[in-house]
């Protein structure tokens, strides 16, 4: 790792300066310190110095998800993060991540800047800024539902969709169903795209007919409601299974105002088992992310990569939640 | 869980015999106590009560692997997980598991009878009869290369086998190789299944072409070695990946033999990273299992499990090692 001395050499200035800088001292300007700690981050640096007895911090990113009240899908996530973390003596600080930010600091500035020694990040998607930053980061980060290659600071954690879908197909073919039709919105996010070719390898390994025909994704829910869902019901679709909770509920919704009733008429599955779940109507049949588990999992492989050991990805067990929404296929 | 009355009510005898089986006294046959154990499984038990200050043991199965010497695969994997293990208060017992024993007693029983909380499996094939077991086990259970689908106490630690295919795939184009063959022992196990389909896929994604004849499977090396290289050859593979390393220097030394120059006139690449590779002739780049670390994370697997994070996949990141066999295409 660079000293000192070496960013003091590189960028002509003196040692003193740079320590000060480093030390977030208040007679250094934000611009030059700013300067400072991009050329140590260039440089190798990783970790500031920390004075005896300040917290060891580590930080949650948030970028598109919500987590503030217990029915939201991040709260639990962050719950059971804590819940590992605190007790093993880390300070953990919840940071909401704006475009602004990431494009204004490198992700390693803005880490070392605050003084934090790893991350659990949710809700990037393919096209921000600091997914390019991860994939040659030196902090120790941990991903949920998003993955990077070769780079031995970064893991992936999240729940093993192929089984997932294995589970959801299996079940629909034990109640005699032969057309599966899949809803998805759009596939610019990691996890989107993984659950698209489950299905295709779920329905392939079951022995079931496909075609690029039977998935539709948009956007918009409203979109896929009207694009897609009449299509795959013409196609003479038994079942559909639905890329995640909102997307199932909207077609349950749908498919009632057209006239099909459900399970009798047609099967509907969710994917991520939402609270709402239990009060849709009918309740829904879905593959249950733990959202404990997750944010549990994602302290064990922070953990992990903190002590070099280094987890590329952890897959938490899907779970197949039976509720109302599916039954046999109508003769 | 069944309690000793329900065990007793079910096998028609008393409770004390009951209970003197699962303590395994002495005055009650190997036989009762046998029966009274498979009872017990088949109802639900999955511990039993043990004596205060008693040992808290977890066992290493070993199946098909050498460990003893340092030089052996196994022996760094065992390694990792007891400097995790043990410091945490477990003994760690190491039982290698014959197809007699696999026969003869249920896995759950098996465990039960010994008293372990846990296991860590090595070298388990798809042929041996606990895999079947491992599907609806009821106790924690980490396996080393094998995956069992939609059982919520097993789960499978390896390396990120994609992830190296496609390390050493690119770093192989990047060379300027086009046409790249693959050898293979026996697609009999779980990872020659998936390193086959990870070569494939490499390919795939970096826009190479392939055909199903890029690749052979022998289960003897020597039959790998007299049918499928020269067929690789005569196909004018530039370079050629292996499913492991030994296969990688046995095509070393036949292509050698057969008047080739490694790696002017061929790039060869192994797999796992053994002890070997910095030996052979030539020095033998390879896609490294870092095995202290999947030690390691074996442990972290089975603590998660055996406090109900239901992980079923943990993977390291795979590392391209550089060494000597692998060069530029010849012009």
Redo the contacts between chains.
């Keep these: 790792m660079a000293t000192i001395q070496d960013i003091a050499d590189k960028m002509g200035i003196s040692k003193g300066t740079v320590s000060k800088a480093l030390n977030g001292a208040s007679d250094i300007s934000e611009t030059l310190q700013k300067s400072v700690l991009e050329t140590a981050v260039e440089m190798g640096y990783t970790k500031l110095r920390r004075q005896k007895g300040a917290a060891k911090k580590l930080c949650i990113l948030t970028k598109n998800i919500e987590y503030e009240e217990p029915h939201q899908f991040g709260y639990e996530i962050i719950l059971g993060f804590r819940q590992m973390a605190e007790p093993a003596g880390y300070m953990v600080e919840i940071v909401p991540v704006t475009d602004e930010l990431q494009k204004s600091t490198p992700y390693d500035v803005f880490m070392l800047q605050n003084n934090y020694l790893g991350a659990f990040g949710l809700g990037f998607s393919l096209t921000d800024s600091w997914m390019k930053d991860f994939q040659t980061s030196r902090t120790p980060t941990v991903l949920y539902d998003n993955y990077i ?4 600071n970064i893991a992936y954690v999240g ?2 969709n192929n ?1 997932g879908m ?2 959801a197909v299996s079940h629909l073919k034990q109640l005699g169903h032969q057309k599966i039709g899949y809803l998805s919105s759009s596939l610019e996010s990691h996890i989107m795209q993984v659950r698209h070719k489950a299905f295709f390898r779920a329905l392939k390994q079951n022995g079931l007919k496909s075609a690029p025909t039977y998935a539709g994704s948009s956007y918009y829910i409203t979109q896929c409601m009207e694009k897609h869902l009449p299509r795959l019901l013409d196609m003479g679709m038994t079942a559909i299974i639905c890329s995640y909770d909102l997307i199932a509920n909207a077609a349950m919704i749908q498919c009632q105002q057209l006239g099909f009733h459900i399970p009798s008429d047609i099967s509907i599955i969710g994917f991520d088992d939402l609270p709402i779940c239990a009060y849709t109507s009918p309740p829904l049949t879905t593959i249950r992310q ?1 959202r404990i ?1 997750l944010g ?2 994602g302290y ?1 492989a922070l953990d ?1 990569l903190m ?13 197949l939640i039976l509720r109302n929404s599916t039954g046999p296929v109508s003769k």
Excluded: C, M
């Design positions: 290659i070769a780079n031995p729940i093993d089984e294995e589970l733990d588990q549990k999992s064990y992990s002590n070099k050991i280094s987890i590329g990805t952890l897959l938490l067990h899907a779970q």
